[in-house]
């Protein structure tokens, strides 16, 4: 740690002005490229991340639409709920990134409409990623100067490149979700700690307490970003105790006062206001203490990012590790942030979907040390070993693509529940169900797919995944399914449920509990399907029977096009908002049933109903008129 501690070099002495105006044309022209390069290597960093990204079509998950919908009702006054009439639960674990959602709905750029054809649902958040992203990449170039200044460019471009090939990074960050702005987080407390900590008795100047409650701050923006980011507090007080500067015990104390300052005042006001120390989310998900399997996971995500890559990578950053420099500094401290995002991941219960969607920081900290490091080592090596290296990182790289490629193939052919899946099929499906059922205004809807649903859907949602609704959520921390099929069966009793996959057996809300409690199948769905209460159809079976002949070819047709065109990449209008109420014929009006004899295998479906247009990767209809075709 001695050579952390030796002084700057003296100042240069200025340069004359006659010296300057002769300087030779080849040398301005140096310089010139000197100042550019950084600025193209970000953008060139960021295009190559654009272009991956644009393959996802207009895809956004549907937990992302979740957060869109507390946008909406924050944003229209009626507070944090989930729709309106709702009580307050904290459905959302990422405050941060629905302030900036908030900031663009009432600046108009979101939840407003389409720009060029495309919803603001889908292209706003793309476009706050991929700010992002480029922020993220500036970051990493700051840091980078401190320990290769000729260089720097290189390590962006490398960085770049590297989260460019991961297809977890590009998958989540322009999935809608919050992880773009907690890498970027991430990769601003990283630089933070690079420049306000490697530079001469930074503990003794006037700077130090700026650093210490800047580095608070910035871990407190990743901490309401993510709950896992609050690891990141631990980042600037472990790096200036390793540094054993004088004064550093002061500063990591000012810097720890500051962090739980601002994140217990966060604290205070949650329990005050949704009456929970932690977002309902963790309480569905009933997080728990990780074990020692858990931290197996951190395995499995380097061996996603290829071991033959990782190893040479390590080998690099070992070897800069081990030599005197500015490189050598740089690269430990950037270590400390790195080793706090793998611990937290490790730390978090499995995630159901594919593509380590946690581990966001983890890919741009350690890309950052892994270009840093490859850069250092080639800048110190010989041809031959230049060669070499190239050689290694590049077979490596190949590897990795590769595993990569192999991992993704399912969610490439068809990627994890889109919001505009949900949207149609259960949101507007569900009015639909809800018109022709002739059911009381007002009526109820439960199902585990919640974000699609709550922006388009005109009836009360209550979310049989618990996240936000709290009575659930505490069933699930239970483990006690009996509270939870009482509450959502015999307390709320919803005139229409849906249950598919894994939730029946998760939930206990299962085929034979819903025909006991009065439900009748509408569609049938595996081990699930669409229900409605038999008892809040007027006109009884006959009326149920027409709406299940209705149903029945429109949504097998809903499935077959969601399995074959990518899992609906294209777009579902360009706003997602309930539709209005269509009005229906009585049910003395209804016709009766045509004689078995005369019907058709199958069943006949009414033939004054299009079938539901569902959009591939070019624009589609706009929202009234796929409504309408739903409802129609």
């Known amino acids: 740690m001695e050579i952390l501690n030796r002084p700057a070099a003296?100042?240069?002495?200025?340069?004359?002005a006659a010296r300057r105006a002769g300087t030779p044309p080849g040398t301005r022209a140096r310089s010139w490229a000197r100042s550019w390069a950084m600025p193209l290597a970000v953008l060139g960093g960021t295009v190559l991340v654009a272009v991956r990204a644009a393959g996802l079509g207009q895809w956004i998950v549907d937990d992302a639409a979740v957060t869109f919908a507390y946008v909406r009702s924050i944003g229209d006054g009626l507070g944090p709920v989930q729709q309106a009439g709702a009580p307050a639960v904290e459905g959302y674990s990422n405050p941060a990134w629905l302030a900036l959602l908030l900031a663009g709905r009432v600046l108009g750029l979101f939840d407003h409409g389409a720009w060029s054809g495309v919803s603001d649902l889908a292209l706003f958040p793309k476009a706050l990623a991929l700010a992002c992203v480029a922020g993220t990449l500036a970051c990493v170039g700051g840091a980078a100067r401190a320990a290769l200044p000729a260089r720097a460019?290189?390590?962006?471009?490398g960085t770049?490149?590297?989260?460019?090939?991961?297809?977890?990074?590009?998958?989540?960050?322009?999935?809608?979700?919050?992880?773009?702005?907690?890498?970027?987080?991430?990769?601003?407390?990283?630089?933070?700690?690079?420049?306000?900590?490697?530079?001469?008795?930074?503990?003794?100047?006037?700077?130090?307490?700026?650093?210490?409650?800047?580095a608070a701050a910035l871990a407190l923006a990743a901490a309401l970003t993510?709950?896992?980011?609050?690891?990141?507090?631990?980042?600037?007080?472990?790096?200036?105790?390793?540094?054993?500067?004088?004064?550093?015990?002061?500063?990591?104390?000012?810097?720890?006062?500051?962090?739980?300052?601002?994140?217990?005042?966060?604290?205070?006001?949650?329990?005050?206001e949704f009456g929970r120390w932690v977002p309902?989310?963790?309480?569905?998900?009933?997080?728990?203490?990780?074990?020692?399997?858990?931290?197996?996971?951190?395995?499995?995500?380097?061996?996603?990012?290829?071991?033959?890559?990782?190893?040479?990578?390590?080998?690099?950053?070992?070897?800069?590790?081990?030599?005197?420099?500015?490189?050598?500094?740089?690269?430990?401290?950037?270590?400390?942030?790195?080793?706090?995002?793998?611990?937290?991941?490790?730390?978090?219960?499995?995630?159901?979907m594919p593509l380590y969607r946690f581990a966001t920081p983890v890919w741009v900290l350690g890309s950052a040390v892994a270009a840093l490091a490859v850069t250092a080592v080639a800048s110190g090596a010989g041809l031959?070993?230049?060669v070499l290296l190239g050689c290694a990182v590049t077979g490596g790289l190949v590897l990795s693509i590769a595993g990569q490629q192999a991992r993704g193939e399912g969610f490439r052919r068809e990627p994890t529940l889109s919001m505009c899946w949900v949207a149609d099929r259960y949101g507007r499906t569900f009015n639909a169900y809800a018109d022709r059922l002739g059911l009381r205004p007002g009526a109820t809807a439960a199902l585990p797919d919640l974000g699609g649903m709550l922006l388009t859907s005109r009836l009360r949602v209550v979310d049989v995944a618990g996240l936000t609704d709290r009575t659930v959520a505490d069933a699930y921390a239970a483990h006690d399914k009996a509270a939870l099929t009482r509450h959502v069966l015999?307390?709320?009793?919803?005139?229409?449920?849906?249950?598919?996959?894994?939730?029946?057996?998760?939930?206990?809300?299962?085929?034979?509990?819903?025909?006991?409690?009065g439900y009748v199948p509408l569609y049938r769905e595996g081990n699930g399907g669409d229900y409605v209460l038999a008892a809040a159809v007027p006109g009884g079976p006959r009326r149920v029977d027409a709406v299940r002949e209705?149903?029945?070819?429109?949504?097998?047709?809903?499935?077959?096009?969601?399995?074959?065109?990518?899992?609906?990449?294209?777009?579902?209008?360009?706003?997602?908002?309930?539709?209005?109420?269509?009005?229906?014929?009585?049910?003395?009006?209804?016709?009766?049933?045509?004689?078995?004899?005369?019907?058709?295998p199958g069943g006949a479906p009414h033939r004054d109903v299009r079938p539901i247009p569902l959009a591939s990767v070019r624009p589609a209809a706009p929202v009234v008129p796929i409504a309408r075709e739903v409802a129609g």
């Not at 460019?153 to 471009?157: Q, Y």
């Not at 999935?175 to 001469?200: K, T």
């Not at 949504?555 to 009005?583: F, Q, T, W, Y």
């Open 10 to 16: 003296p100042a240069r002495p200025a340069v004359p």
């Open 153 to 157: 460019w290189l390590v962006v471009l």
């Open 160 to 214: 770049g490149g590297l989260l460019a090939v991961n297809e977890s990074y590009v998958v989540w960050c322009f999935s809608g979700l919050e992880n773009s702005l907690y890498g970027l987080l991430a990769a601003a407390l990283a630089l933070l700690l690079v420049r306000g900590l490697l530079v001469p008795n930074p503990l003794r100047d006037g700077t130090a307490l700026g650093v210490a409650c800047g």
């Open 226 to 272: 993510r709950p896992d980011g609050a690891v990141l507090a631990a980042a600037y007080p472990l790096t200036v105790l390793l540094l054993r500067r004088r004064g550093a015990p002061r500063a990591a104390l000012v810097n720890c006062v500051v962090f739980g300052a601002g994140y217990g005042a966060f604290l205070l006001w949650r329990h005050a």
């Open 280 to 352: 309902n989310t963790a309480v569905a998900k009933s997080q728990q203490p990780p074990g020692p399997a858990d931290l197996a996971k951190v395995g499995e995500l380097l061996g996603y990012a290829g071991w033959a890559l990782v190893l040479v990578c390590v080998a690099c950053a070992g070897l800069v590790l081990g030599r005197p420099g500015p490189a050598r500094r740089v690269t430990g401290v950037l270590c400390v942030p790195l080793a706090l995002t793998l611990l937290a991941y490790g730390a978090l219960a499995r995630d159901w």
């Open 384 to 386: 031959r070993g230049r």
């Open 490 to 517: 015999n307390e709320v009793r919803p005139e229409l449920v849906h249950t598919h996959g894994a939730w029946p057996g998760k939930s206990g809300i299962t085929d034979a509990r819903l025909t006991a409690a």
């Open 550 to 600: 209705w149903a029945r070819p429109r949504i097998d047709r809903m499935n077959r096009e969601k399995h074959h065109e990518g899992g609906r990449l294209g777009d579902c209008g360009a706003r997602l908002v309930p539709d209005s109420p269509a009005r229906r014929p009585a049910p003395a009006a209804l016709p009766a049933p045509p004689p078995p004899g005369d019907a058709p």
